[in-house]
């Protein structure tokens, strides 16, 4: 069986999304020859083997003038796709590339990962939205198997489609860091650490105001761009904590476990959100278990998934004093964070990549479902 996942962006390893397809595909390479067709560019390195990585052009030049064209890539996938063996199945969590594909590519079984339902986030405009949920009609319903990250996903889609295509679970997961290698010695501690993006559904103002709470402690905050640091050090300044917080802005992804390492709680701070409280399985999670960090996190049933009292504390949603007090007692009980600490490496091992490789793997294995079957049931009702 041939894996074909087809992935519209570059391959940067500083942004959550393009390090999660890069690493499950790597893990996935372990159980079926998986090809990745990405675009423009990969900087995460290898390529040659399995998987084996294309880097297709998106953007078209006419003289002065240069712009994105996606249509160029769907155009290449669609190319690659008619040259691949029979047994090939196509895999992609881009709804738009996954709708064109399904039209475009009859009798090709399709795989569709969903990390959200972007129809019932209440940010997009109506008209806008009623055109992404004919799209989702489309795709969670032709698609030939689904794989999402959260039971939340799962349970959205099951109360949404009766006739639900095999859907599969399968968490994000981590690579753990190496431990035989000491961290940075010029990464200086920290007591409380958020590494991630800036996104005003995450959080992190909520943990800046929580910082006037704190007098005593250290956080640092890894990532987010130039303007959005800015805007958060200005809130710091109005909340007179900003001589307890630490900005370093984006960082090269080898370094993030340096800085997770010299501290003493990562934190989760996410606001109730559609995508948040059911759809999120954010990566910062299972990289904070991964480096024995107790977590500190919003109550809401997307990380209750994965995290319990063993390894984190649970604190109220967007209440900035809620957060204060319970990371001041958990920081207070020393002995209680070396227990979760060795609690948050033992979690981090459910959830490696290898292990959201394996469950994807026993998903496109299983004799309950023949995928292509499926597909080419779909592409004989399309055409009769």
């Given at each position: 069986m ?5 992935y519209p ?7 959550p999304?393009?390090?999660?397809v890069?690493s499950t595909?790597r893990?996935?390479?372990g ?8 675009a423009?560019?990969?900087?995460f390195?290898g390529?040659n083997s399995?998987?084996m ?6 953007r078209v ?7 994105s064209?996606?249509a ?10 008619r ?17 064109h594909?399904l ?16 129809s ?7 008209r ?5 949920r004919?799209?989702?009609?489309r795709?969670?319903t032709?698609?030939a198997g ?7 996903l799962v ?6 489609y009766?006739?639900l295509?095999?859907c ?12 035989s290698?000491?961290p940075d010695?010029?990464?200086a ?5 958020y590494a ?9 103002r909520?943990?800046i105001?929580?910082m006037?709470?704190?007098p005593n402690?250290?956080?640092?905050v890894v990532?987010?761009t ?5 805007a958060l ?5 109005q909340w ?7 900005w ?7 370094q993030v ?10 934190v ?12 999120t399985?954010?990566?910062k999670?299972f990289?904070y ?7 500190l996190a919003s ?16 604190f ?30 033992d979690?981090?091992q459910?959830?490696t990549?290898?292990k959201?490789a394996?469950?994807?793997?026993r998903?496109?294995q299983s004799?309950?479902v023949?995928?292509?079957?499926r ?8 055409t009769?």
């Open positions: 041939r894996i074909f996942y087809a962006e570059p391959l940067t390893p500083h942004r999304r393009h390090l999660q890069w595909c893990a996935l390479a159980h079926f020859e998986v090809v990745l067709a990405a423009e560019r990969n900087e390195g390529g399995n998987p990585i294309h880097c297709w052009p998106r030049t006419a003289g002065p003038i240069s712009f064209w996606q160029r890539f769907w155009r290449r996938c669609r190319h690659f796709i040259q691949s063996p029979p047994d090939t199945i196509l895999y992609a969590r881009h709804l738009r590339l996954a709708d594909l039209r475009r590519c009859p009798g090709r079984p399709l795989i569709f990962e969903l990390h959200e339902i972007f019932e986030n209440p940010d997009i405009p109506r806008h939205a009623e055109r992404l004919a799209m989702e009609d795709v969670f032709q698609a689904l794989v999402a990250i959260t039971r939340g349970s959205a889609l099951q109360s949404r009766p006739d295509p095999p599969a679970l399968a968490p994000d997961g981590c690579e753990p860091p190496d431990f290698r000491e010695p010029a990464v501690p920290a007591d409380l650490i991630g993006s800036l996104h005003p559904w995450k959080g992190v909520t943990l105001q929580a006037a709470f704190l402690r250290k956080l640092r990532g987010g130039p303007a959005e640091v800015e050090r200005r809130l710091a300044r007179k904590a900003s001589a307890r917080c630490e370093t802005g984006v960082v090269p992804y080898h476990s340096d800085h997770l390492r010299r501290a003493k709680i990562g989760v701070p996410n606001h109730p959100h559609a995508i948040s409280t059911d759809f399985s954010p990566l999670v990289e278990l991964a480096a024995g960090l107790p977590v109550d809401l049933p997307s990380l209750r998934e994965v995290l319990d009292e063993r390894v984190a504390v649970m109220p949603a967007a209440s900035p004093r809620s957060l204060a007090v319970a990371a001041e007692q958990l920081l207070s009980d020393e002995p209680g964070l070396a227990r979760m600490s060795e609690s948050a490496r979690r981090a459910e959830f990549w290898e959201r394996e469950r994807i793997a998903f496109l004799d309950d023949d995928f292509y079957e597909a080419l049931d779909r592409s004989c009702r399309a009769a």
